[in-house]
């Protein structure tokens, strides 16, 4: 029984680590288009010969001005508020090469919905492939021994398999039809290919209770995707291919053997003013979100369950590199605005099949002496 707890706990982990995703504009795309993952369910198979499967569905609606960290109430009041829709359909695919080393390939598919206008409301369209993801990760320590606690390190690569120049007909002022390119916050994919590094970790405190967390960082070498924007200034005439960040952190508690969790803990998500690698020109919507999210799972024989629902707290657009320049040249404040949403929805199904069972994991959890408690 105590053995079942321990695996039902670290599985159960593997789906409160598992995903996160920017509710608005500001995160664009990739982790894919206002969307991302912190490592995967896949991942945490701990058995030599696993495969895993995922679907995961999550759905946002942005509509919330923000410039800064102040809401723009009017914008809503007076309904000139853009409004985007977004819809991810994710499969993940996942495999334990041994107990500790494991891939994971997702394959992201987006529809997407733009409303904006002021006088006459316009709507555009866009969905399709999204930019596919593969990464390989590895335990740090061998789960024989490192019962209470582990952290994983993954590697991976970001495809630029997903649309960045994705059409619709915009409505135009004079009322004729204009073709050009969708938002960048509603394109399938941004364009570039770029790198990704994943940790994520977890600590047993009892038998029933857990602390997990993770970290994501895309880096995207690419400064401009060459896909023009029609926007006014000069240096926001073409998209920027940015990185993007994010952080998790919780508590999971399970229901004896019930299969039952519930899950309560923060999440960070970031778009920087600032890349990495490569420059940082051309138009982006840089800026973070602070959620509190609650979640719940069920884990029954080679099935698991998760709904979470992260609910933002802070929303903060912050300045851009060209508002920066702009701002130097012309001795005016510049700060531009973004869309956020108030919660995002999201629901995941696992499926796992192969390897050997959780045999090589003998160690009873009361024989080990007990870690203290995270400050």
Known sequence: MKRLLLVSAILLFSMAASNIFAQGCVAIRGFSTCSGELANRSTAGFQKGQWSISGNFRHFKSFRHFVGTEEQ???????????NRSSFYDLSIGYSFTDRLFGTLIIPYVDHSRESGRDERSKVYSQGLGDIRASVGYWLFDFNKQVRSNLSISLGIKTNSGKSDFTDVHAHRDGRPDERPVDQSIQPGDGGVGFTFELQGYHLITNNLFVTGGFYYLVNPREMNGVPTYRSRETEAIMSVPDQLAGRAGLTYIFGTSGFGVYGGGRYE???VYDLIGGSGGFRRPG???SAEPGLSYTR???????????ALVRNRTQSFPDMQTE?????SQHGDAAFADYLVSVGVTYRFGGKGHANMPVDVDEIEPTAPIN
Do not use: S, W
């Open 270 to 272: 970031c778009v920087p």
């Open 301 to 311: 024989n080679k099935f698991q369950v998760n709904v979470d629902v992260p609910i």
């Open 328 to 332: 130097a040249m012309t001795g005016e």
């Open 288 to 290: 973070y979100v602070l």
């Open 73 to 83: 109430v009017e914008r809503v009041e007076e309904h000139t508020n853009v409004i």
